[in-house]
């Protein structure tokens, strides 16, 4: 979504934000800086509350970017499911005084200030159903109201059945460890492996980084390179890897089910990942690193929040292809969905479909097949899901409408044929001030990686799946460089690199 949350547990931003929002189109939930856990009501607290309530909603109600104030973060939901284990006689207190706090006070502030905006008081939260409940539900995660979190670490993140259909999915998402260009700056080399004592001490979330590596290990092969650095930085690279994918698989789920509702669930308007930014070099669940830098998830978030996307997914033995659109106007799109060998880079067969009318922001199924037949029916015969990969796209009768994108059918730890590519990358200045970099492949590659360590800039594109022998990337510095040091510094990392 074009939208951010301000989360609770953090801080009101500053008006240069919601100014630079108001002029870009983005949206903003905010939070009042409250989350995960239970607060006093005693009546100076109380007054200090209101008078910032008071102070921030008259401060910001003026910006057209907020579009809706949301009391908490997550403190109905700590409430009702009892994350810290009050006491049964204690439990009606801690009731009430969640009532006074956000109902009486801070929903009262807000209405009487600005009626112009919904006032949620919590998230997650079943809305009106709550309200009806006593402000508390008994179950606040019910995907037939109001907005959802939805974690689940041990479970496979490729599995779209395990995902709820919820109607808006306002908090998900998978830790990954930043680069090693941004760890460097705060650690030594003794602190340059995943078990180290530096490791443990920037994870503050219990479990996270074997998680990661859980994670991980279910589609990708770990690293085990025989010398350490390497080892370290490949690990931190394949954590990028697994959460780019596995937000990628949740988010496109959540797009896709915006125009059903299955046993009265799904009708998914909206999706905001946890978590944009960071606020030190650590693991956590950002797309950007402390100090800019873009994560893997980030270029991946740029293409499954495109206003078209195409999104495949195997469902009982066939291919599914959704056009989705958030455009105000209709289209009339056919797919186009390529055939791969891992060990080539020339397509085993291309398959087109017909034309079908995708109305303006709504999710159509463009395209439909068994895989089998798929396979069978492609080139020579000889693809298994072991040893081919798709990619498709979507067109309209002029042109191709939103990014390539691809699908597995099985691990990458399980394909046949994947071959280490020979992979070569010139560096050169364009006439507007820009860089391109041009590379080379002697094979498929997966997961292309480009970095320029402390170089501070973005690529285009990155983290891509290769199919090509060649291609072009712009990186855009954000302050002055060469071509030279952009060229030292670049390295090139696939998937098969890592082992």
Same mark, same amino acid.
């Given at each position: 979504?074009?939208?951010?949350?301000?989360?609770?547990?953090?801080?009101?931003?500053?008006? %240069?934000?919601?100014?630079?929002?108001? @002029?870009?189109?983005?949206?903003?939930?905010? =939070?009042?800086?409250?989350?995960?856990?239970?607060?006093?009501?005693?009546? =100076?607290?109380?007054?200090?509350?209101?008078?910032?309530?008071?102070?921030?909603?008259?401060?910001?109600?003026?910006?057209?970017?907020?579009?809706?104030?949301? &009391?908490?973060? @997550?403190?109905?939901?700590?409430?009702?499911?009892?994350?810290?284990?009050?006491?049964?006689?204690?439990?009606?207190?801690?009731?009430?005084?969640?009532?006074?706090?956000?109902?009486?006070?801070?929903?009262?502030?807000?209405?009487?200030? =600005?009626?112009?905006?919904?006032?949620?008081?919590?998230?997650?939260?079943?809305?009106?159903?709550?309200?009806?409940?006593?402000?508390? $539900?008994?179950?606040?995660? =019910?995907?037939?109201?109001?907005?959802?979190?939805?974690?689940?670490?041990?479970?496979?993140?490729?599995?779209?059945? $395990?995902?709820?259909?919820?109607?808006?999915?306002?908090?998900?998402?998978?830790?990954?460890?930043?680069?090693?260009?941004?760890?460097?700056?705060?650690?030594?080399?003794?602190?340059?492996?995943?078990?180290?004592?530096?490791?443990?001490?920037?994870?503050?979330?219990?479990?996270?980084?074997?998680?990661?590596?859980?994670?991980?290990?279910?589609?990708?092969?770990?690293?085990?390179?025989?010398?350490?650095?390497?080892?370290?930085?490949?690990?931190?690279?394949?954590?990028?890897?697994?959460? $780019?994918?596995?937000?990628?698989?949740?988010?496109?789920?959540?797009?896709?089910?915006?125009?059903?509702?299955?046993?009265?669930? +799904?009708?998914?308007?909206?999706?905001?990942?946890?978590?944009?930014?960071?606020?030190?070099? +650590?693991?956590?669940?950002?797309?950007? @690193?402390? &100090?800019?830098?873009?994560?893997?998830?980030?270029?991946?978030?740029?293409?499954?929040?495109?206003?078209?996307?195409?999104?495949?997914?195997?469902?009982?033995?066939?291919?599914?292809?959704?056009?989705?659109?958030?455009?105000?106007?209709?289209?009339?799109?056919?797919?186009?969905?390529?055939?791969?060998?891992?060990?080539?880079?020339?397509?085993?067969?291309?398959?087109?479909?017909?034309?079908?009318?995708?109305? +303006? &922001?709504?999710?159509?199924?463009?395209?439909?097949?068994?895989?089998?037949?798929? #396979?069978?029916?492609?080139?020579?015969?000889?693809?298994?899901? #072991?040893?081919?990969?798709?990619?498709?796209?979507?067109?309209?009768?002029?042109?191709?409408?939103?990014?390539?994108?691809? %699908?597995?059918?099985?691990?990458?730890?399980?394909?046949?044929?994947?071959?280490?590519?020979?992979?070569?990358?010139?560096?050169?200045?364009?006439?507007?001030?820009?860089?391109?970099?041009?590379?080379?492949?002697?094979?498929?590659?997966?997961?292309?990686?480009?970095?320029?360590?402390?170089?501070?800039?973005?690529?285009?594109?990155?983290?891509?799946?290769?199919?090509?022998?060649?291609?072009?990337?712009?990186?855009?510095?954000?302050?002055?460089?060469?071509?030279?040091?952009?060229?030292? $510094?670049?390295?090139?990392?696939?998937?098969?690199?890592?082992?």
């Amino acid at each position: 979504m074009n939208a951010l949350r301000v989360w609770g547990g953090g801080v009101y931003e500053q008006d %240069l934000f919601y100014s630079l929002c108001d @002029e870009m189109g983005i949206m903003i939930w905010q =939070d009042f800086m409250f989350a995960c856990a239970m607060y006093p009501t005693e009546p =100076d607290f109380i007054e200090t509350v209101r008078e910032e309530v008071v102070q921030q909603v008259r401060r910001l109600k003026s910006h057209p970017s907020v579009i809706v104030w949301s &009391g908490n973060n @997550e403190n109905e939901a700590a409430l009702a499911t009892d994350w810290f284990g009050i006491p049964v006689a204690q439990q009606p207190r801690y009731h009430r005084d969640y009532v006074t706090l956000y109902v009486d006070n801070i929903r009262a502030i807000v209405q009487k200030e =600005d009626g112009s905006r919904p006032f949620l008081v919590s998230s997650p939260t079943n809305g009106a159903e709550s309200q009806q409940e006593g402000w508390v $539900a008994h179950d606040p995660y =019910d995907v037939h109201y109001g907005d959802t979190h939805y974690y689940s670490y041990s479970h496979d993140c490729w599995d779209w059945t $395990a995902l709820p259909r919820t109607r808006f999915a306002s908090e998900y998402g998978f830790q990954s460890w930043p680069s090693f260009s941004t760890l460097q700056k705060v650690s030594v080399s003794e602190d340059w492996s995943y078990g180290s004592n530096f490791s443990s001490h920037r994870q503050h979330h219990q479990s996270g980084n074997q998680q990661m590596l859980q994670q991980a290990g279910l589609h990708y092969q770990l690293p085990a390179s025989a010398d350490p650095l390497k080892r370290y930085r490949d690990t931190l690279y394949i954590t990028q890897v697994m959460q $780019a994918q596995c937000v990628k698989v949740q988010t496109e789920f959540y797009r896709r089910s915006q125009s059903e509702v299955i046993e009265g669930k +799904g009708h998914t308007m909206g999706a905001l990942y946890w978590q944009l930014n960071d606020i030190w070099q +650590g693991p956590s669940w950002s797309s950007i @690193e402390f &100090g800019g830098k873009w994560k893997m998830l980030h270029y991946f978030a740029k293409d499954f929040f495109s206003p078209v996307l195409p999104v495949g997914f195997e469902d009982q033995g066939s291919l599914v292809v959704y056009a989705v659109s958030d455009l105000s106007h209709d289209l009339k799109l056919r797919t186009v969905v390529s055939v791969y060998e891992w060990s080539s880079l020339d397509p085993v067969c291309t398959v087109t479909s017909g034309f079908v009318l995708v109305e +303006g &922001g709504s999710a159509e199924v463009v395209h439909k097949q068994p895989i089998t037949a798929l #396979l069978a029916g492609c080139g020579r015969g000889s693809c298994t899901r #072991l040893t081919c990969l798709l990619t498709f796209h979507l067109e309209d009768v002029n042109s191709q409408q939103g990014p390539i994108n691809h %699908l597995f059918l099985s691990s990458p730890k399980n394909a046949q044929g994947m071959l280490r590519p020979n992979t070569t990358a010139e560096v050169q200045q364009d006439e507007m001030g820009g860089y391109t970099v041009t590379l080379q492949s002697s094979a498929v590659a997966a997961f292309v990686w480009l970095d320029v360590g402390d170089v501070p800039g973005r690529f285009s594109t990155n983290g891509f799946l290769m199919v090509t022998k060649n291609r072009t990337v712009t990186f855009n510095p954000w302050g002055p460089t060469s071509t030279q040091q952009l060229a030292q $510094a670049l390295t090139v990392t696939s998937l098969r690199d890592v082992y």
